[in-house]
Nanobody
Framework: VQLQASGGGLVQAGGSLRLSCAASGRTFSRYIMGWFRQAPGKEREFVAAIARSGTTTSYADSMKGRFTISRDNAKNTVYLQMNSLKPEDTAVYYC??????????????????WGQGTQVTVSS
């Protein structure tokens, strides 16, 4: 699976962005999809994940209520809608795919495929 993330950019605090991650191949629906982010000088951290069917989601505590992950298996695409953005949300955002069990989705080490990342910068 090859993943291509897009949609990043510069936005003011309080603004919104929608990230997209397009996957190649015909097996997209077999994977749990996740979003992670990495700020300068920090470790990559979990943002959100969505189950294969799209019916179950998981979020990092700091993103709950502000970010929404969704997927369209017909379009082989996963999305991350980010609202009420804060300067501390500034990071490179990565999409990833995994065949792991749902209980491990917050662990970046279980993800098999990664996109190239898209920069999100939130100005104060």
């Amino acid at each position: 699976v090859q993943l291509q993330a897009s949609g990043g950019g510069l936005v003011q605090a309080g603004g919104s962005l929608r990230l997209s991650c397009a996957a190649s191949g015909r097996t997209f629906s077999r994977y749990i999809m996740g979003w992670f982010r990495q700020a300068p000088g920090k470790e990559r951290e979990f943002v959100a994940a969505i189950a294969r069917s799209g019916t179950t989601t998981s979020y990092a505590d700091s993103m709950k209520g502000r970010f929404t992950i969704s997927r369209d298996n017909a379009k082989n695409t996963v999305y991350l809608q980010m609202n009420s953005l804060k300067p501390e949300d500034t990071a490179v955002y990565y999409c990833a795919a995994t065949n792991t069990v749902w209980g491990l989705v917050k662990n970046l080490n279980v993800y098999d495929y990664w996109g190239q990342g898209t920069q999100v910068t939130v100005s104060s």
